[in-house]
T-cell receptor, first 111, second 111 residues
């Protein structure tokens, strides 16, 4: 069965610092992987997706993620954090007819 | 592109009252549809999904039910609400191969 583990329920960074949000997955078949962002009282917005093409995936708002099969990881990074990046981030892996979501990581950005 | 509508945006209901939340989708045909719930401080919980009209899969046994009377309409219902039904309800539309797009959500408070 597919599963996702997000390491760290809370991550805090200073504005301008590197953002690294960790996601490890388990899947018995080649996975599709996704990162979503959720701002307070809003629905989830797709940041980026891996669909077995390039292993380095670029998304919106300057985020990117790298698929590493050997490490079963799909970590999300951004070189320089902005205050507007403060939100909750969810990693997800494909499963038959649905997505399996991680428990989320809340990103705080300090000035 | 697809647009997901949810209403109402907020709802306050007493314990034991019925519930009906509606989700409609524009811009795509025959999508997979999903209902999720986010309880306070918790992650996403998949409640129901549907791969076609009249086809409903339940992920969590509880006092909620779902129906899909039309291709792009998905309804979440309850005959008697419990306090534990409070939360943020999200409808999502799934497109090939797996990515999902989310509506704006309904905030339900059961008093």
């Amino acid at each position: 069965a597919q599963s996702v583990t997000q390491l760290g329920s809370h991550v805090s960074v200073s504005e301008g610092a590197l953002v690294l949000l960790r996601c490890n997955y388990s899947s018995s078949v080649p996975p599709y992987l996704f990162w979503y962002v959720q701002y307070p009282n809003q629905g989830l917005q797709l940041l980026l997706k891996y669909t077995s093409a390039a292993t380095l995936v670029k998304g919106i708002n300057g985020f990117e993620a790298e698929f590493k099969k050997s490490e079963t990881s799909f970590h999300l990074t951004k070189p320089s954090a902005h205050m507007s990046d403060a939100a909750e981030y969810f990693c997800a892996v494909s499963a038959p007819d649905k997505l399996i979501f991680g428990t989320g990581t809340r990103l705080q950005v300090f000035p | 592109s697809q647009t997901i509508h949810q209403w109402p945006a907020t709802l306050v209901q007493p314990v034991g009252s019925p519930l009906s939340l509606e989700c409609t989708v524009e811009g795509t045909s025959n999508p997979n549809l999903y209902w999720y719930r986010q309880a306070a401080g918790r992650g996403l919980q998949l409640l129901f999904y549907s791969v076609g009209i009249g086809q409903i899969s339940s992920e969590v046994p509880q006092n909620l039910s779902a129906s899909r009377p039309q291709d792009r309409q998905f309804i979440l219902s309850s005959k008697k609400l419990l306090l534990s039904d409070s939360g943020f309800y999200l409808c999502a539309c799934g497109l090939f191969p797996y990515e999902q797009y989310f509506g704006p959500g309904t905030r339900l408070t059961v008093t």
